[in-house]
């Protein structure tokens, strides 16, 4: 058989790939619409599970890679949740006309949540210097009048503080909520509100704006003095698969000074030294390890990443420093270990790290 013949007996079987996904995509919608009916939960881990199991096994069976038919089902069942999500969050939608203001809506994450509140049936407006004045559009959020069911406020964090003591004054009727990744900038602004009378809640995604499928994401509940306002905000999120977290004001800022601010400290420390190593990047890439690779790969997203967002995330958080001391403290005493040459306190040091590991999993 030549070339061109293989290559179109190629593109049949690659037509029949496409066709197939077709299909199961369409049997999916129908799951998606029946779990709906009778009120169970869009994702079945279990179920999944015996999927990519018995992928596995066929795969090998057939001399094919098992990981390759993993890896291929894995990336149609995220599809499948992803439209089976989408499609319950618009069946369920709670919007029902009801009114949002989105201040900051223009931005990568407020833009988020203008989709999702659109998705639900909200009439959804935006507030934000970036836009026009047009329907719908605030170049000046204050034009655009407190008379909504819900407001969020998304502007970065040095302006959000302002924005929800403006709004203290203002007493708006329905339920406002932050998104930001600090509370400690907030804490007067919703303490304001809460004073005032407002139902207002605080909010964290710990997800970014390209997410599509919540499943596996946490969004985090922060008490700002209003009950009734943190169960009408969990309430929006209730047709989704996201994970719910409730968490004190204290407690968030304490922790996020660890799960961001370390995390993100420790990967501008590791691009900072090797963009001032001298060494070229090709060179090192090509040569490459498990443990640079997959560095490499975490530090360049966060690279590319907003560096105002990322100061602002240490720079305003009351608890920041404390884990940049810690970060500080422990490369020193890497350095000081293979300086000395002493093995047993290096070996010391990464098997404490092991046992502390064990108690993630």
Known sequence: MNLEKL??????????????????????SEIGRS????????????????????????????DVDPQLAENILMSLIRSSLENQERDRVVA?????????????????MGGWFADF???????????????????????????????YDVIVVATPLAESGQVLSA???????????????LKTPLRSG?????????????????????????????????DAGSAEATAAARELFSSTMVEQLDMSLDDHDRLIAYVLGLSHALNIAFFTALAESGEAAPRLARLSS??????????????????????????????GIGPLEALHEATGRIRELVEAGDESGFVELMMKGREYMKMRA
């Open 7 to 28: 290559r179109d007996g190629l593109s049949d079987v690659d037509r029949q790939l496409v066709e197939l996904i077709a299909e199961r995509q369409r049997i999916v």
């Open 35 to 62: 779990k709906r009916t009778t009120g169970r939960a869009t994702r079945d881990y279990a179920r999944e599970k015996d999927v990519l199991d018995r992928a596995r096994s066929q795969a090998s069976a057939l």
């Open 92 to 108: 369920e939608g709670k919007g029902d006309g009801q009114r949002v203001l989105v201040i900051g809506g223009a931005g990568k």
């Open 117 to 147: 509140f659109r998705s639900q049936g909200f009439v959804t407006d935006i507030g934000d210097v970036s836009v026009e004045d047009s329907d719908g559009q605030f170049s000046d959020w204050v034009d655009a009048g407190v008379d």
């Open 167 to 181: 709004l203290a004054r203002k007493k708006p009727r329905g339920l406002v909520f932050d998104i930001g990744s």
């Open 190 to 222: 919703l303490a304001a509100l809460a004073d005032a009378g407002c139902k207002v809640a605080s909010l964290h995604p710990m997800y970014g704006p390209d997410t599509k499928l919540l499943s596996g994401r946490h969004l985090i509940f922060v």
């Open 290 to 319: 498990t443990t640079f690779d997959s560095q490499l790969l975490v530090s360049a997203a966060v690279a590319q990443d907003n560096p105002h967002l990322y100061f602002e995330i240490q720079h305003l958080n009351e608890f």
